[in-house]
C-alpha cells in the first residue's frame, strides 16, 4: 500500500523512478538468486542460477555508475513487482514433491522475472534514447540482452531435460 502517489512531469522524471526501481529488483534478485540455486537438484540449472547471480551484480554495478553519470547516488525505490515474483518463486523453494517438478516449477518462476526485467530493461532504454543518453542507452541495451540471454538459457534447460523429467 503507497501512502503517497508519483507525480511525474517529463520523461526524465519517470526514467528516473523507474531506473530506482529497476535497481531495487536486481538488489532484491542477488537475495533471492542463491536460495534459487540451492534449491534446484538439476546442476544445469543451479549453474545457470550461480552464473545469473554473477551478472546480477554486475547489472547493479552499471545501474550504480548509471545514476553517478547524472550526478546522483544510486538509490531504491521498492520495487512491488518484483517482490510478487520472488514471493512465487519462494513458494516453489518451499515446495514438496519430485525434484524435476520442482525444478521445472523453479524455471518457471525465474522465467516470469526474466520477462519482467526484460520489458523494464527495454522499456528503459527506449526513454534513454528518447531523452538523448546514447550512453545510459548503450548500457541497457547490453543488460537488456544479458536478460535475453540468461531467459534463452532456462528455457535451454527446461526443454533438453527438466520437463521431460518431470513429466515422468
Not at 85 to 93: V, Y
Not at 146 to 159: F, H, T
Amino acid at each position: 500500500m503507497h501512502f503517497f502517489s508519483h507525480s511525474f512531469n517529463n520523461l526524465n522524471e519517470l526514467f528516473m523512478e523507474q531506473l530506482k526501481d529497476v535497481y531495487d529488483c536486481e538488489n532484491r534478485l542477488i537475495d533471492a538468486l542463491p536460495k534459487m540455486a540451492d534449491a534446484a537438484s538439476s546442476p544445469e540449472l543451479r549453474s545457470a542460477f550461480t552464473q545469473h547471480l554473477s551478472e546480477t551484480r554486475e547489472h547493479c554495478r552499471k545501474l550504480e555508475s548509471m545514476f553517478r553519470a547524472m550526478n546522483m547516488e544510486p538509490e531504491r525505490e521498492t520495487c512491488d513487482g518484483i517482490k510478487g515474483l520472488i514471493s512465487e518463486g519462494d513458494e516453489m523453494i518451499d515446495a514438496k514433491g519430485d525434484a524435476s517438478t520442482r525444478d521445472a516449477a523453479l524455471i518457471a518462476a525465474a522465467q516470469k522475472v526474466e520477462h519482467y526485467e526484460m520489458a523494464t530493461y527495454g522499456t528503459l532504454r527506449t526513454w534513454a534514447q528518447e531523452l538523448n543518453m546514447p550512453e545510459c542507452a548503450a548500457t541497457l541495451q547490453g543488460i537488456l540482452e544479458e536478460e535475453e540471454l540468461a531467459d534463452q538459457k532456462l528455457s535451454q534447460i527446461a526443454e533438453s531435460r527438466v520437463n521431460a523429467m518431470a513429466h515422468h
